[in-house]
């Protein structure tokens, strides 16, 4: 850094646009569909909990829309001890 | 049949009324018969920039629910005499208005008037919405700042998604009016550039209206910026505006600063 870098003022605006462009970039593609990925979430949780014992925080749905194909994953981790059936542990 | 032009932001604040108030007049000025309408029922503003806030005797919603004709609720501009102004309702919220009922009057507006100027309210609701339901055109009025340029977007969405044309399958003619727009800041690079915010919505440009004192000294007077004081630059980066919404082809110059002795000196970039 060079003493006159000291007077330069960093300007803010190229900054703002950066931001802009990344924000807006994923709102529109988000845009029309009402949080698809958290309806999903809470659907399939509640079909999994009828039958097996499982953590909200262990459970992640990522959706990744491609321009001809989406994936959704859905990643469900359920610990060894409470795996067993409801019905079973009862 | 006359042209409905919708004023609208997402963000409040950004200067929609000052802005239909100003186009509007600039357009009647021509000769056109223009309607100015206010939709932001319960915080009617439009009235009091056009100086008409003491003759108010029906508004909007009385017209949507048969307790006024049309005729009686429009005020004729003092000053032009091709201006009128339906002003919205203040003791109502945005309830009052129904699709239908909004629907009709801007028919009958369309018949009579060559331009139509729908004043939305701030946000995306229900009153946002039936201001930009019938619209043939949208001025997008937007300051070039993040949140302001964000909302836009927004609206832009919602143009392209929830208006009657749209739903036909037909375009909706979109343009961005940047308003307070501060060329010195531009040129130090603290406020994002014209260039920015087009490239950024995608919308082809209207007009820049500078930020200038005397706006506000137009609305303390109640009356547009383009009646009282058409010299200045605001008023006539409006005018231009309005001749450019009405199809000439104005080139836009984008006001620019000259760098000060101590900017030059310390190297100061431009945006």
């Known amino acids: 850094m060079s003493i006159l870098d000291l007077f330069k003022r960093r300007t803010s605006a190229p900054v703002a646009r950066e931001r802009l462009q990344v924000l807006l970039a994923y709102e529109r593609r988000s845009r029309g569909q009402p949080d698809l990925v958290s309806i999903l979430r809470e659907e399939i949780m509640a079909v999994i909990a009828k039958h097996v014992q499982i953590d ?27 795996a067993v059936p409801l019905a079973m542990a009862g | 049949m006359g042209k409905v032009v919708v004023v609208t932001s997402g963000k409040g604040g950004v200067g929609k009324t000052t802005s239909t108030a100003a186009l509007g007049a600039a357009v009647a000025k021509t000769g056109k018969k223009v309607a100015l309408v206010d939709f932001d029922v319960g915080l009617r503003n439009l009235d009091l920039i ?8 029906f508004d909007l919603v009385n017209v949507i629910q048969g307790q006024a004709k049309l005729s009686q609720a429009l005020i004729r501009d003092k000053r032009v005499d091709t201006l009128f102004l339906l002003p919205a309702s203040q003791t109502r919220d945005k309830d009052a208005l129904t699709e239908d009922g909004v ?7 369309r ?11 701030a946000g995306i609701e229900r009153g946002a919405q039936l201001a ?18 964000r909302d836009s977007d927004r609206i832009i969405g919602l143009l392209d998604a929830r208006t009657m044309r749209a739903e036909q399958g037909e375009q909706i003619a979109k343009h961005v009016l940047v308003t307070r727009y501060d060329a010195a800041r531009a040129a130090r690079g603290e ?3 014209i260039d920015d915010v087009l490239e950024i919505l995608s919308v082809p440009l209207l ?20 009646l009282s004081e058409p010299l200045n630059n605001a008023a006539r980066a409006y005018l231009e505006a309005a001749r450019r919404l009405e199809g000439e082809d104005l080139p836009v110059v984008v006001p620019f600063e000259r760098k000060g002795f101590l900017d030059r000196l310390l190297g100061r970039r431009a945006a």
């Open chain 1, 56 to 82: 909200q925080d262990y459970i992640q749905v990522s959706m990744d829309r491609g321009e001809t194909m989406s994936t959704l994953e859905i990643d469900i981790q359920i610990p060894n001890k409470s």
């Open chain 2, 50 to 57: 056009m100086g008409a806030e003491r003759r108010v005797v």
């Open chain 2, 103 to 109: 629907g009709e009057v801007i028919d009958k507006l």
């Open chain 2, 111 to 121: 018949s009579v008037f060559d331009y139509v100027f729908c004043d939305s309210p």
């Open chain 2, 132 to 149: 930009m339901r019938f619209a043939d055109e949208a001025v997008i009025v937007t300051n070039p700042e993040v949140s302001s340029v």
């Open chain 2, 191 to 193: 406020m994002l550039s």
């Open chain 2, 207 to 226: 007009g820049i209206i500078p930020e200038s004192q005397d706006v506000l000294r137009a609305s303390n007077l109640g009356s547009p910026v383009t």
